[in-house]
């Protein structure tokens, strides 16, 4: 007869008289009575006849005693890196590398090309990116994330190449999608035109605080403070925007403060979406015990930030910008081998951190990939023991895969952990009021 046993990535979470049982693998939740936590406490891998026995096989929260769970998710992980031709492919683009801004905690302090890319090098681009669709009988569609520098300098480029993709798409009956991660200073009434012709389907504008904060951390002046805020409020009519609130050390209140401008002052509540976000100071070495303090600091301040998108809280749940914990195939979509960062000069990264930096180019799109040492280290990473014994594993897989092989140390597990089962209970709460 078949044993069975309980799925190691179940996490029991008692809360508010009740019992809730998520297994982070198959992404259900499920609330236990008496009867059937009992059930669940004492099952010990026997066929059983009980509805509850069926109900937590089915959902998989019991699966086959000879299942290797972590095999499972490591397989899944490096068939989805491997596959060449894939359903959906995934390319960000640097247009140019020049920014306005020169952000005191920013990788691409650390770049030494500021290329913008040439009408030839857009057509390359192009047959590139086409070619390799063309091969691909598999493919749904195509996926575009227009990154910098500060990409809305390069709007031309967007405008022409974004077309040009974008007609490809509709003649191939192909799903087009098109996102845009930028500063917001020069989203004027002209751009917004064109990226709504772009049928821009996400823009995230990153901002680093009030006026002060702003100016201090961009080294920028007021007018780029005001400019970029009544930007974001004009274009909240016409683009899916979401404001990333970028938090350097302990900026809490500040960030406070430009919430309330934003949803309240300004009247976006309900208009856009906005999330605090731990950044990274990667022009400051600091020790791993000061990383994870800071990373803890952050979460326990994030904790408190979402409480004011509750009921009863003063803004809207809708304006809250985040995702409910699910299973990742991988850790990231830029290390697979059908997808690619591209630059401005057609060269080839495995990670958009690595713009600019001609020691971490791949390949290119006139000639392919090298298949170098930098390639292999992304293809053949192995994911650290303590990640793999984690409950949370098939979420995070381990987390940036960069940041792993560059044994950047910087996240609080614990502390993170915890986070994503209030994210995965807000998720509930969202759907729950969605339905009312």
């Known amino acids: ?63 086959d005693s000879r299942l290797d769970e972590v095999g499972r998710v490591l397989f899944g992980e490096k068939s989805i890196m491997m596959n060449p031709f894939p359903p959906k492919q995934y390319y960000t683009i640097a247009p140019g590398l020049g920014c306005n801004y020169h952000c ?30 063309a ?10 994330t227009w990154f910098g520098g500060e990409p809305l300098l390069y709007l031309d480029i967007i405008e022409t190449l974004g077309n040009r993709l974008m007609h490809y798409c509709q003649e191939r009956g192909l799903q087009y999608y098109s996102g845009m991660i930028s500063n917001g200073r020069f989203l004027t009434r002209d751009a917004v035109i064109v990226l709504r012709k772009q049928k821009l389907m996400h823009l995230q504008i990153s901002v680093d605080g009030t006026e002060s904060v702003y100016c201090d951390r961009k080294n920028a002046t007021a007018g780029d403070f005001k400019a970029t805020i009544d930007n974001i409020a ?11 609130i970028n938090i350097t050390k302990d900026d809490f209140q500040d960030a406070l403060k430009l919430t309330e401008l934003l949803l309240k002052d300004r009247g976006l509540d309900g208009k ?35 409480k004011l998108f509750r009921k009863g809280g003063p803004y809207k749940l809708d304006s809250l910008g985040f995702r409910e914990p699910k299973r990742r195939g991988t850790t990231c979509l830029s290390v697979c081998s059908a997808n690619a960062c591209i630059g401005p000069e057609g060269e080839l990264y495995q990670c958009e ?21 930098n390639k292999q280290k992304y293809l053949t990473f192995a994911h650290y023991p303590k990640c793999k014994s ?34 995965k209970f807000l998720k509930f709460e969202h759907m729950a009021l969605s339905l009312t």
């Open 353 to 373: 951190h690595h713009f600019g930096r001609p020691e971490f180019v791949i390949g290119n799109i006139f000639d392919g990939a090298f298949y170098g040492e």
């Open 135 to 144: 091969q691909n009988k598999n493919l749904k569609g195509l996926y575009f």
């Open 272 to 306: 856009i979406k906005v999330y605090v976000a731990h950044v990274r100071e990667y022009t400051r070495k600091r020790t791993t015990k000061e990383e994870h303090t800071l990373h803890r600091k952050f979460l326990q301040f994030e904790g408190e930030y979402i």
């Open 1 to 63: 007869m078949r044993q069975y046993k309980k799925s190691i990535y179940n996490i029991l979470i008692p809360k508010e008289e009740k019992t809730y049982l998520w297994n982070t693998f198959s992404g259900v939740l499920l609330s236990l009575d008496c009867e059937g936590k009992a059930f669940y406490d004492g099952y010990e891998g026997e066929n059983s006849n009980s509805p509850f026995f069926y109900t937590l096989l089915e959902q998989g929260c019991i699966v």
């Open 390 to 423: 984690c409950q949370m594993f098939p979420i995070c897989l381990g987390g940036c895969m960069d940041d792993m092989i560059n044994h950047r140390d910087i996240i609080d597990c614990k502390a993170y952990c915890q986070r994503l089962i209030e994210l």
């Open 104 to 133: 005191t905690y920013c990788f691409e302090n650390e770049r030494t090309i500021f290329a913008k890319m040439t009408q030839d090098t857009q057509k390359a681009l192009y047959s590139y990116i086409t070619n390799n669709a």
């Open 234 to 244: 004009y274009a909240a009519d016409y683009l899916p925007i979401t404001v990333r």
